[in-house]
């Protein structure tokens, strides 16, 4: 017996559920279709949104830019991490969502590891959405507050809890996804913002996945329900619809200052590389001057919904691009996304304790630069394995 045998039968526990999911290799860059174990296979699975991951113009930035800062920032940015680069980052970010100021951090992982506990303590309480991201509650427990979680896009049942919970003499915070990364569906931010102000409590937005796809020009979901005024706290990431790497918080003037003294990812972990800023400011540019994108993703979205959900499926309640196709059963769903594998689409299967026990799932993930055909390709697969498993 090794002190180390359990985690073989941690290992084994996860096969016999059908829990165990392989990791697919890619050899290629990512786009609309990408080369695994040699293969080309439409990649159905990827945050890429928009396309900007192996964009032209926003390669030549990163490029351009190890030319003119080298690769590394060198050092924390209290410390000598903070190059130039960085602040006009910061000051692009503040521009694009129309708030004073933005704090960068090396991923949206770390930005609400980071700022959560930086807002609140253990003499305070936060009001938590069933569905937030697993970064959110991992710093939600950082914070040491008191965790008070509501029901999933319930407002009444967040109001209910405000008005039991929150007393005077401690901070308030309400923390909620924008779009849920799992489902695909909308916080009703506007809703959330209004209690926010009656019952005087922070409110905190993480636009992972509004970011490029809701607001104007993708502002993401502040500009989409027009808040600025009214969202405390908006955080977000560069590695999904910007096709980077890296987070942000956007706020006031005073919460950023606050947060560059606070923020431990901020004080004790080395700054983002001055290329991937380059190219992070790229994409923002891109963004910036034209949606043709942001419209082709949706399109294409609208799509993928309508020919999956005419052939049976169940997409769930998603409102925007992330579709998911609801199997529930994990091993099926295991299953299912092996059997497309085969068949030359890559969609991998989310089961627990990504999502809920019972609602085991292939997440989909249109682009912008996925063809009409290559989505039809998608559909198509999914008739032909569906009526094979006998799911439709
Ligand atoms: C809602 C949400 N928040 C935060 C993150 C973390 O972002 P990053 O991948 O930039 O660390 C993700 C990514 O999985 C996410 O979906």
Redesign the pocket.
């Known amino acids: 017996m090794s002190k180390m045998d359990w985690v073989k039968d941690e290992l084994k526990q996860l096969k016999e559920s059908g829990r165990y999911v392989p990791i697919r290799v890619l050899q290629s860059p990512q786009g609309a279709w990408v080369k695994i174990e040699g293969r080309n296979l439409l990649n159905m699975c990827s945050?890429n949104y928009l396309g900007l991951a192996n964009h032209p113009e926003v390669r030549e930035a990163m490029k351009k830019a190890v030319d003119e800062y080298g690769v590394g920032a060198g050092a924390v940015r209290s410390i000598a991490g903070t190059m130039e680069i960085h602040i006009k980052l910061e000051e692009k970010i503040a521009h694009f969502k129309h708030m004073e100021d933005s704090i960068v951090y090396q991923?949206?992982?770390?930005?609400?590891l980071g700022t959560i506990p930086a807002l609140v303590g253990k003499d305070d309480v936060i009001f938590s959405e069933e569905l937030?991201?697993a970064?959110?509650i991992d710093g939600v427990r950082l914070s040491g507050a008191t965790k008070i979680v509501y029901s999933h896009l319930d407002t009444k049942d967040l109001e209910n809890k405000l008005k039991e919970n929150r007393r005077s003499g401690m901070k308030s915070l309400i923390v909620t996804?924008?779009?849920?990364?799992m489902d695909g569906d909308i916080a009703p931010l506007n809703e959330i913002a209004d209690l926010g102000i009656k019952y005087d409590s922070m409110v905190y937005v993480?636009d992972?996945?509004g970011e490029g796809v809701l607001g104007r020009n993708g502002r993401g979901i502040v500009d989409h329900f027009n808040l600025v005024d009214k969202v405390d706290i908006e955080?977000g990431?560069?590695?999904?619809a910007i096709g980077v790497?890296?987070?942000f918080v956007a706020g006031s003037h005073d919460l950023i200052d606050y947060l560059k003294q606070r923020a431990r990812p901020f004080l004790f972990s080395s700054a983002l590389n001055p290329p991937e800023i380059a190219a992070i400011m790229k994409s923002i540019e891109i963004m910036e001057r034209d949606d043709s994108l942001l419209r082709k993703l949706w399109d294409n979205s609208k799509f993928l919904k309508e020919g999956l959900s005419s052939l049976g499926f169940n997409t769930g309640k998603s409102k925007t691009p992330i579709t998911p196709v609801i199997i529930g059963d994990e091993k099926k769903t295991v299953e299912f996304s092996n059997a497309l594998y085969r068949e030359g689409v890559f969609a991998s299967p989310i089961v627990y304790p990504t999502v809920p026990k019972g609602t085991a799932r292939i997440r989909l993930m249109p682009s912008a630069i996925h063809s009409k055909e290559d989505i039809q390709f998608a559909i198509d697969k999914f008739q032909k394995i569906g009526k094979e498993m006998k799911i439709i």
């Not at 996804?177 to 990364?181: I, P, R, Y």
């Open positions: 945050n991923g949206g992982l770390l930005a609400n937030n991201h970064s959110i996804d924008g779009v849920f990364s993480d992972a996945h955080m990431t560069f590695s999904k790497m890296g987070g």
